[in-house]
């Protein structure tokens, strides 16, 4: 039997995920705290965890002081953020989020929202227990670069810079990795740089705001009607859809739409990679980062079937969650396995 330890200020909160968490089969809550403070003394007491929900704001000791804590002490106890979509919780969710939680869930705003949360909950939950290794302390992983193709299109990038465009796609572990790839991507790149991240609306203008800090490049939530510019990372918004369309005879825009997930995703990065089949855009370059299921799939190989493509797969053994990048080696479409380190300088080069 799984123990989970529930780190919640609200009882109702408490209460919630407890009574949905011990429906669940091979998984208990072991035990529940307040806040960090309380659920340090539980591990200072010797208790054992094979996962940790975690609020972000609480009094005395917050979710990220409490993340902060498990860093110095090296715990490797995998962590999911449980959280509001408050404007002083979002940057917070993401600090956890670089401290090592894999991974985070919305907080149901009201009574409809419950059972998407529950849903999203134990299925985050299970994730926790097929993570590829520790999300606490200090895992240096080896560098290693595998072509897939054979044989090699070395002049796959001559031409004009406005018909390239650079697509990434990330899920479960995404936010962080993307700090490991978004940073390296040169100030002057010289096309588009697309990303899309499954996360709810609220957070996503969070985490473009964070790469912004830390990038040469310009960082943008994309938004309806934006038409886009080289050297700009756009990510796609949270709780939305997300398509380019060509506008004139080389310009292009976006569409942003609320309507249906597909196959529980908004954004989806199937969608925007099928809207790239009627563009502009004649050789697109991709990577497929860590996070659970196989989006990306299905858009990649819809447009390897019109456009020149070329997809860096992000390496099982740097991964999170070696979910989407499985997903697109095995279906042929991935040109090189690469660690994550590796990620954006195989795409610059390609560019370039």
């Known amino acids: 039997m799984k123990k989970i330890l529930l780190i919640d200020d609200s009882a109702l909160m408490r209460n919630m995920m407890s009574d949905i968490i011990e429906k669940e089969s091979g998984v208990c ?13 539980l591990l200072k007491e010797g208790n054992q965890y094979d996962l940790i929900l975690l609020d972000i704001n609480m009094p005395k000791l917050n979710g990220v002081g409490f993340l902060e804590y498990l860093n110095r002490c090296e715990y490797k106890i ?93 899920s479960t572990g995404g936010p962080k990795a993307l700090q490991s790839v978004i940073p390296l991507i040169p100030g002057n790149i010289g096309c588009p740089v697309v990303v899309v991240q499954h996360m709810p609306e609220g957070f996503t203008g969070s985490l473009a705001d964070r790469l912004n800090e830390m ?38 825009r976006f569409t942003v739409s609320k309507e249906p997930a597909r196959n529980g995703l908004r954004p989806c990065a199937d969608i925007f990679l099928e809207s790239l089949m009627n563009s502009g855009y004649k ?47 095995q279906a042929g479409v991935v040109d090189v396995v690469a660690d994550l380190t590796d990620v954006a300088d195989l795409l610059v080069k390609r560019v370039r």
């Open 215 to 252: 990038s040469p490049c310009k960082v943008l939530e994309a938004a309806d009607g934006v038409v886009l510019e080289n050297d700009i990372v756009y990510v796609a918004k949270g709780g939305n859809q997300l398509r380019v369309e060509t506008v004139g005879s080389k310009g292009h």
């Open 78 to 170: 995998p962590v999911l953020i449980v959280s509001s979509i408050a404007s002083q919780s979002t940057a917070e969710t993401l600090r956890a989020l670089e401290l090592g939680a894999y991974d985070f869930v919305k907080k149901p705003g009201g009574p409809n929202g419950r059972v998407e949360f529950k849903t999203q909950l134990c299925e985050k939950i299970q994730c926790a227990f097929r993570l590829n290794h520790p999300l606490h302390g200090s895992r240096k992983q080896p560098m290693q670069t595998r072509s897939i193709r054979k044989k090699e299109q070395s002049s796959i990038l001559s031409g004009d810079a406005r018909d390239k465009l650079i697509f990434i796609a990330s």
């Open 29 to 41: 809550v072991a035990d529940t705290a307040e806040n960090g403070y309380v659920a340090i003394q």
């Open 283 to 329: 050789k697109i370059i991709c990577a497929v980062l860590t996070g659970m299921g196989s989006d990306a799939t299905k858009g990649l190989l819809q447009l390897k079937q019109v456009k020149d493509v070329y997809t860096v797969g992000q390496s099982k053994e740097t991964c999170v969650v070696y979910g989407m990048p499985r997903s697109v080696a």
